[in-house]
């Protein structure tokens, strides 16, 4: 797992796309010659315009999120067991619920990943996930599926299609830890915190921050290891915790 420290090739993308934001922010403040008021209410429209697209437009699994966030813009446990509509989900939900006796959930995670040393228990592992993610999102209208000659052979890649959903998304998780910081994370959207700890393991979150100005990117990055300092064991005792979730951030963080 990498770490959220500063390299020289992402801070050469995030200065090409910081300036490239600056300048586009500045063409629309010289034609619009509007006052503060005027852009007090066009930011409140536009944040409306966000929420309104998240509860009208495509709405993504965890799993689905973390993939958009990994996705060039040219390429490509449980409380309850009934059945959430989510193939790849329902497919972990049903290993967990026969399975006698209970596994812990580090051992979930290394079972349905394959990252397991026992051959008995391969079977557990799910298969093509990230194949199988991306044709969700081929469905959901946010990919799209090409074929493309490498040598010898053809290879099907995923293209990202939509990129307001994907623009949206990146948004909202610079917000978690910038304009919308909490300092808490028992005040934090629990799914929103999932979505972080998750990227971090899964190594995409710097493309969420790689378009931020150098000040921004810093403050981020300081508060995302902020999250990841925070001791699991002592989390899931708070009140209103959700234990699950801080067994899954122990398992990634350990």
């Known amino acids: 797992m990498t770490s959220l420290t500063q390299r020289s090739s992402g801070l050469v993308q995030r200065r090409t796309e910081a300036s490239r934001n600056a300048a586009d922010k500045e063409r629309a403040a010289g034609g619009g010659g509007g006052n503060g008021e005027d852009d007090a209410q066009s930011r409140r429209d536009e944040q ?7 509860s009208k437009e495509t ?3 965890l799993m689905e999120e973390v993939l958009l966030l990994g996705l060039k813009d040219r390429e490509v446990i449980c409380k309850s067991d009934a059945p ?3 193939v790849l989900l329902d497919e972990a939900l049903k290993h967990v619920k026969e399975t006698q006796p209970p596994e812990t959930v580090q051992n979930w995670i290394e079972l349905l990943s394959g990252e397991t040393w026992n051959p008995l228990k391969l079977h557990y592992q799910l298969r093509n996930v990230r194949e199988r993610l991306a044709k969700n999102l081929v469905e959901k209208g946010v990919l799209t599926t090409e074929k493309q000659n490498f040598l010898l052979f053809d290879m099907t890649t995923h293209p990202l299609t939509n990129n307001n959903i994907k623009q949206r998304l990146i948004k909202k998780v610079q917000e978690a830890v910038l304009d919308k910081w909490v300092n808490d994370p028992h005040r934090m959207d629990k799914r929103l915190l999932a979505l972080i700890y998750l990227a971090h393991a899964s190594d995409v979150l710097e493309n969420a921050f790689a378009p931020l100005l150098d000040e921004q990117y810093d ?3 300081k508060r995302v290891r902020q999250l990841l300092d925070l001791d699991p064991e002592v989390e899931c005792l708070k009140a209103s915790t959700s234990e699950v979730l801080w067994a899954v951030v122990a398992a990634f963080t350990k």
């Open 84 to 86: 959430t509509g989510d």
């Open 219 to 221: 403050l981020a990055t």
């Open 59 to 61: 709405r993504l699994t």
């Open 48 to 54: 409306d315009e966000d929420d309104k697209g998240d």
